[in-house]
């Protein structure tokens, strides 16, 4: 993994902060990295950080020495209001929210586009030929290594539940998780949970019942359960926690045995978009990323790889399509966020 | 020798009765077949000259009761029909031969020869003079115990002669007898045929004497 | 066969009407299951998107104050698993979007609960399918009607549709060809009495004029029935120009043969030379213009019989013996020898032996006219690369003749002005080995002066 800083001290020639002359979204970061020869631009806005985007965009440049690119981060959310309220010009989108992006292609704003290497992309990872997987993200279980030291680590939700009952002194305002208020990751997990998990509020009642602590990131938990603040953080973004491993010491993923939800991050290419010919060409780059796993050691994201499901049955990629519009609705997200500060703030 | 002739057409049955009798022959003429059946059934005939088409019948029928009546005597058909129809079953009907009208009268002698030779000899047809015998039929010419067979020119010659012996035949008589009529040929050349015959009566006592002027006559030795 | 063109077949029409019939059947077959397979796909569209709505609408309830919605997941998820087709819905309660796209447009017209109203619209670019459904839900005992509209893009439907539609062209295709494959069978089995007796009428024999008879398809009774009444009259003309060419020889050759027996008698009787010199040549005529009609009539007979050949067994030894004999006595006129060098096996062959003694007779006939007196004719049967009937005589020859052309007709050897023929002879023979795939060879006679004349057939 490449560190943030010193990549971004070689790599990116500039950090921009609000640097859209009318733009309303909030952009957190801009980076532009120069064309090795040429004068074309590629505007990528996307919810990854650089860390983690900056080695797959040197790679592409390698072999797309022409483009130059523009990459601008911004929250799910904003960049959900960029694309779909006020029309920003990019060539790509790139959010780990899934059923945003398949709200952008559903309401038509989206182009299609297929190729080879599209068409190697198992069914469930490509939605209409405009959304395109290129990850596999699970929602792991972060402990603390230290606090988990003595007793076995919980295999599954029930265990969990158990052993939070039992111990309810033990963990109290100890259990961090997702304020699916504010984080769009944090929501896409809980609603898929309240899905596929009978259990899923009875768990969320739990740790409202723990005064558990509610957290933005998934590095906020992680560091807070390396530090033992907390003894385990639920449903953080694995791979983020995967590429914190080495440098942060003090807890272990355990990827929960009954049902681990997976986020695919997608990527598609905007109707604003100007540079098709590269947009193409990064897509090609990004949906055969397993084939380059220098660049998924360097970037930490698990490429789409069917074979890797497989092998784990309670791993279940979120489903593409017109389900996901669900929890989107008005009324149907009211209720749900109703219902989950009923179970979790308890005060 | 006595031959039948069963012809309807009269001109051509006065013409070979006469041409017959000339030759030496009888020759007795039947219009139809009642009348033919009438002529066999009174005389004995050495041979039976047919014409086919006949007012009272057909002459092939003629042929087969003929043939069933176990009469020997051998019929030549005169036919006039197309030489390559009927010939074949002419002669599966008993006929002996044939002959196609028109018909040479010396090939009709020659046809007549050669059916009664087949038959066996004939007595009648034999004429002896100074103790030469000439058989016409089989053209064998006896004397001093020895036989001796003449050729065809050579026996129609000398039948002549033994005709009448002692006459003079002129050349030009002699000729007709001996050639075609489509035989363009020489006076001399019946002295080439004389020379033979004289060649042939050498040691009898027939000889053939040339008359200065005439022609050719047989005589005796004496 | 010179004149009668062949026009049209009637296998052809059959095939290409019975082809075109299975074209329209199979076009047919794929209209109507392209329109029952688009409006199959039609149905289970439709009968989804209404699942969904009326899953929605069941999710309707009171709360409180105001009629609210949890939109069922299965309600759109169920629409995703069977394509990958956008959605949009829409709830509407007095005029109010409780949640939804704003701008759906719904139609409540004519709608009462628990029916349901499709339509098909443009909506966000694309061609969609709606449905409209209506519940009512009690708010504080007022009943409130709710609209509720979902619409779904038709890509899977397309897809549905193009798969049901390539699946029918390949039925149609099949059909196609095998109907195509059926109507050439039918075709031929339905021309195949008509092939039967076209085969039975080539198969006969030349002289085999009996009636068509068995069993004939109805259909062919005219024709066949034509076929047999052609037969007899053929028959009849057949029987009739055989006995006009034995009438018209025996009309001709009765007087000749009278003229000339009288003719002959007369000159016997004249002793005049002049005379006699004017009645041989008179004599001559005869002669020469009865050989001619004889030989023109026996060509015609040829000709007649070689067009009708009837073969049975003939012995070509035995024939060239019996012909010899018939000869003999016309050769002893001119003390010509015909020597025989006969082998004693007879030989066959399948021929029509009137004919073959035909053209024996007239080579025969030829020698002897054109031989010498006193000289020799030789008559030879022996096998040499076929079987050779072979007349050598001691004439003059053909002298400096193209030897090919004396067989055609009236055509004589330069040197015979004088002697009487016609030149028919060694024609008729020629017909005669043509019609016995034989053929006629003339040469010079290799042992001195003379002409040699064979006639040569092939091995049975």
């Known amino acids: ?347 | 020798m006595r031959f039948l002739l069963i012809e309807d057409n009269a001109q051509l049955a006065d013409a070979v009765v006469g041409r017959l009798a000339l030759d030496g022959h009888a020759v007795d003429h039947a219009g139809t077949l009642e009348a033919a059946w009438a002529f066999i059934n009174a005389a004995s005939y050495d041979l039976i000259l047919l014409d086919i088409m006949l007012p009272d019948g057909d002459g092939r029928d003629f042929l087969v009761d003929h043939r069933k009546a176990e009469n020997r005597t051998p019929v030549i058909v005169i036919t006039a029909r197309s030489e390559v129809s009927d010939r074949v079953g002419l002669l599966d009907l008993g006929a002996d031969d044939y002959i196609t009208k028109p018909f040479d009268f010396s090939e009709l002698e020659a046809r007549c020869r050669a059916v009664l030779r087949r038959q066996g000899g004939v007595a009648a047809n034999q004429k002896t003079y100074e103790g030469v015998v000439l058989d016409s039929t089989s053209g064998g010419l006896t004397f001093n115990g020895n036989t001796e067979i003449l050729r065809n020119r050579e026996l129609r010659l000398l039948e002549v002669f033994f005709r009448a012996p002692g006459q003079v035949f002129s050349k030009s008589h002699l000729m007709d007898r001996l050639f075609s009529f489509s035989d363009e040929v020489s006076e001399n050349a019946i002295e080439v045929y004389v020379g033979r015959l004289r060649k042939r009566l050498d040691g009898s006592d027939v000889r053939i004497e040339t008359v200065r002027g005439l022609g050719y006559r047989m005589v005796g030795k004496t | 066969m010179k004149g009668l063109i062949a026009k049209g077949s009637i296998r052809r029409r059959l095939v290409l009407q019975l082809g075109a019939v299975a074209a329209i059947l199979s076009i047919a077959f794929f209209l109507v299951v392209q329109v029952v397979a688009d409006r199959a796909a039609q149905d289970t569209q439709d009968n989804i998107i209404a699942a969904a709505a009326t899953a929605i609408a069941d999710a309707l309830y009171a709360d409180r104050d105001r009629v609210t919605l949890e939109l069922p997941y299965s309600a759109f998820s169920m629409l995703g698993s069977i394509s990958q087709d956008r959605v949009f819905y829409r709830v509407v309660e007095r005029g109010q979007t409780l949640t939804g796209y704003d701008d759906l447009p719904i139609s409540r017209k004519g709608i009462s609960e628990n029916t349901r109203r499709f339509a098909s619209f443009t909506y966000r670019g694309e061609m969609v399918r709606a449905v409209t459904v209506v519940r009512s839900v009690s708010l504080r005992d007022e009943r409130r009607a709710v609209t509720v509209t979902v619409a779904q893009t038709q890509r899977g439907r397309a897809v549905i549709s193009s798969r049901i539609t390539a699946t029918a062209t390949a039925i149609a295709a099949v059909f196609f060809m095998v109907a195509t494959g059926l109507s050439f069978w039918a075709a031929q089995a339905a021309l195949r009495p008509i092939n039967r007796v076209a085969r039975s009428v080539a198969r006969r024999g030349p002289n085999d004029l009996r009636l068509v008879v068995g069993e004939t398809p109805t259909e062919l009774v005219p024709l066949v029935g034509a076929l047999n009444s052609f037969i007899a009259r053929l028959r009849v003309s057949l029987l009739r120009s055989e006995e006009f060419i034995a009438d018209a020889a025996h009309r001709v050759r009765t007087p000749l043969a009278t003229v000339r027996a009288q003719a002959e008698l007369t000159h016997r009787r004249l002793n005049k030379p002049e005379h006699k010199k004017a009645i041989r040549e008179m004599i001559r005529a005869i002669d020469e213009s009865s050989r001619s009609a004889g030989q023109l009539l026996d060509h015609a007979m040829v000709t007649f019989r070689t067009d009708s050949l009837e073969k049975t067994p003939v012995d070509l030894v035995g024939l060239l013996a019996e012909t010899c004999d018939r000869l003999a006595p016309t050769a002893e006129l001119k003390d010509i020898e015909i020597l025989r060098e006969l082998p004693e096996d007879p030989f066959e062959i399948p021929g029509d032996p009137v004919l073959i003694q035909s053209a024996l007779r007239n080579i025969l006939d030829n020698a002897i006219k054109y031989s010498p007196d006193d000289s020799q004719i030789t008559v030879r049967a022996f096998e040499d690369d076929g079987f050779w009937l072979q007349v050598r005589d001691q004439g003059r020859g053909f002298g400096d003749a193209d030897l090919g052309k004396l067989s055609q007709r009236f055509s004589r050897g330069a040197n015979v002005a004088d002697i009487v023929g016609s030149g028919l002879g060694l024609t008729i023979a020629d017909e005669v080995a043509g019609a016995h795939f034989g053929r006629l060879v003339i040469s010079k006679n290799k042992k001195g002066a003379g002409a040699c004349v064979s006639l040569v057939f092939a091995q049975p």
């Not at chain 1, 993994?1 to 902060?17: E, K, Q």
């Not at chain 1, 945003?100 to 068409?119: I, M, P, V």
């Not at chain 1, 897509?283 to 074979?307: N, Q, W, Y």
């Not at chain 1, 979120?318 to 209720?335: A, S, T």
Request: glycine residues 4%; contains cysteine; negative net charge.
């Open chain 1, 1 to 347: 993994m490449c560190i943030s800083r010193f990549c971004a001290a070689l790599g990116a020639v500039a950090l921009i902060l609000a640097a859209f002359p009318v733009s309303a979204f909030e952009v957190e970061e801009r980076h532009f990295f120069p064309a090795i020869a040429g004068d074309e631009v590629l505007r990528i806005i996307s919810t990854a950080d650089e860390d983690a985007f900056e080695p797959i965009i040197r790679a592409y440049q390698a072999q797309n020495p022409a483009v130059a690119v523009d990459y601008t981060i911004a929250s799910s959310t904003e960049v959900m209001r960029a694309i779909y309220d006020e029309g920003a010009a990019f060539d790509l989108v790139i959010s780990s929210a899934m059923d945003l992006q398949t709200k952008l292609a559903n309401d038509g704003f989206a182009l299609a586009y297929t190729s080879a290497q599209t068409e190697t992309l198992p069914d469930w990872a490509i939605w209409r030929d405009q959304v395109f997987s290129f990850t596999q993200e699970p929602a792991v279980l972060v402990v603390s290594e230290a606090f988990f030291a003595e007793i076995g680590v919980p295999k599954n939700r029930r265990d969990l539940i158990n052993l939070l009952r039992r111990e309810s002194a033990w963990f109290k305002g100890r259990v961090g998780t997702y304020d699916v208020r504010t984080s769009g990751l944090g929501y896409l997990f809980a609603t898929q949970d309240s899905r596929n998990i009978e259990s899923y509020w009875r768990l969320t009642e739990l740790m409202g019942g723990l005064k558990s602590p509610l957290y933005c990131c998934s590095s906020d938990m992680i560091r807070d359960v390396a530090s033992g603040k907390l003894a385990f953080a639920y449903n953080v973004l694995g791979s983020y926690a995967a590429s914190r491993l080495p440098e942060t010491k003090g807890f272990h993923i355990v990827e929960l045995e009954d049902f681990t939800s997976v986020m695919l991050r997608t990527v598609l290419m905007p109707v604003s978009v100007e540079n098709q010919s590269a947009a193409h060409r990064m897509i090609d780059f990004l949906v055969t990323m397993k084939d380059r796993p220098d660049l998924v050691a360097a970037s930490g994201l698990p490429p789409v790889d069917e074979a890797a499901l497989d092998a784990n049955t309670a791993m279940r990629p979120i489903r593409l399509g017109p389900g996901l519009l669900v929890f989107l609705d008005r009324l149907k997200r009211d209720r749900f966020l109703e219902n989950w500060e009923n179970s979790i703030v308890q005060d």
